[in-house]
């Protein structure tokens, strides 16, 4: 088992590391009140003889279709978006009164190759030259920092996917058709350190990726700790291309913390993990922020070694109805591969959401649409949904914040009214070899 472990694959650790499907923080706001649920528009009269007729509603998109953030992509919210198209165009499209019909959905993507410049570029090109009605985002938090700016420059609605950081919730407050869907730091780490505090965790490590994701992480887990009392007597940060975490490891052990948690990517995580198995280290707590709520990484180390191990998110089958029949059609579409348990579900949320304001607006103008997803509530998979007021997915619709490994299943453990079940502490010991 152990040796098996440590023989994964260089190339393996590092395209999987690239799965950054959340990212960083920012101060936690007060429930917001949701806007009034209004019904959409329901069809009344044919359009007018004279109007420009149409057969379909394009959607652009520049996302990485090759190079590493492909992993990000094919792993993120392409389930979701993939699925979102297929469903609504065999239901014969969106119903759009302007125009008295249902429109397909035609969906253009270009390929920017894992390119920032190359992205920005050919989103221009779909606003400029292809014209098309709107367009999804492209993945990874970076990639949304850049296209940001273009969409709200020409004034098209861009509801954010992969990716969410302080900075970036900072940079779309001047950014009104851009809106965040993504939960991260600011409303995870808070609930984990006061549940450190009722389990009585006194020390707690802290292992962070030299990145946004990593920086922003441990310093929300530096400053909520300390806030609760909680020493922090190890903060040890590491490069993306870091092939030995023992020291860091050992470092931790040596100080006996009571919680080791890594601010870092799959990659990361899994070689994290790999290590302390080998070197015997078994703190109460265990945690990884991105990769522990996927199944594969269940599947590496096997579903009784990782008893018992934290991570970001979380959603799953039993979070609702509506959770589990994505879950499935998620499973039946792409298999193990496609089902992210910490953003998809926010993803297939914002499809829904988004929909359902182009049938309220009726019409395809964005200004109109735009002005409906800041104010109004829509029934999604996550219940009532809504935006709060610094244009985030309100922090009432999320499914969780925090899971756990239990029993062979990601459970949602936290916040306490979101958890499938009751969470485990302290974390059992590694299986021996």
Request: aromatic letters at 10%.
């Amino acid at each position: 088992m152990n040796k098996k472990l440590l023989l994964i694959p260089l190339a393996l650790l590092l395209a999987i590391s690239l799965v950054a499907i959340g990212c960083p923080a920012t101060p936690t706001t007060p429930p917001t009140t949701p806007p009034t649920t209004t019904p959409p528009t329901e069809p009344t009269t044919p359009p007018p003889d004279d109007i420009d007729t149409r057969d379909s509603i394009v959607i652009g998109q520049a996302v990485s279709l090759s190079g590493p953030n492909y992993v990000i992509h094919a792993s993120g919210a392409m389930v979701p978006q993939t699925l979102w198209v297929e469903q609504v165009n065999a239901e014969g499209g969106i119903y759009v009164e302007e125009y008295g019909k249902k429109l397909p959905i035609e969906w253009i993507q270009y390929d920017d190759k894992s390119d920032h410049g190359t992205m920005v570029k050919l989103l221009e090109k779909l606003i400029l030259e292809d014209k098309v009605d709107f367009i999804f985002p492209p993945c990874s938090t970076s990639w949304l920092f850049a296209a940001a700016p273009i969409a709200n420059k020409y004034e098209y609605v861009m509801l954010g996917a992969e990716g969410g950081a302080e900075s970036l919730e900072e940079l779309v407050q001047d950014l009104p058709y851009v809106f965040l869907v993504l939960n991260y730091s600011n409303t995870q780490i808070p609930v984990l350190a006061d549940q450190f505090v009722e389990w009585g965790v006194k020390t707690v490590a802290i292992n962070f990726l030299e990145d946004l994701h990593g920086v922003e992480y441990s310093n929300r887990a530096l400053s909520e700790l300390t806030k609760r009392g909680i020493e922090v007597p190890v903060i040890k940060s590491h490069p993306f291309e870091i092939q030995d975490m023992s020291p860091i490891i050992k470092a931790a052990q040596d100080a006996n913390v009571d919680a080791f948690c890594n601010m870092t990517y799959p990659g990361q995580n899994i070689l994290v993990t790999a290590q302390a198995i080998e070197l015997g280290y078994n703190p109460k707590v265990f945690f990884g922020t991105v990769g522990p709520f996927a199944l594969w990484f269940r599947d590496i180390f096997t579903a009784p070694t990782i008893e018992g191990l934290i991570g970001g998110g979380a959603w799953n089958k039993k979070s609702s109805p509506a959770a589990a029949e994505f879950y499935d059609a998620s499973m039946d579409r792409f298999g193990e591969g496609g089902i992210d348990m910490w953003g998809n579900l926010y993803y297939w949320a914002s499809l829904q959401f988004f929909q359902q304001a182009i049938e309220k607006a009726g019409t395809l103008d964005q200004k109109v649409i735009r002005d409906i997803i800041a104010t109004e509530t829509f029934d999604t998979c996550l219940g009532p949904t809504w935006f709060d007021e610094k244009q985030r997915l309100a922090e009432e619709c999320h499914p969780g914040e925090i899971g756990q490994w239990i029993n062979g299943e990601w459970e949602v453990i936290l916040p306490k009214d979101k958890a499938t079940a009751e969470p485990i502490y302290p974390k059992p010991p590694w299986p021996t070899p």
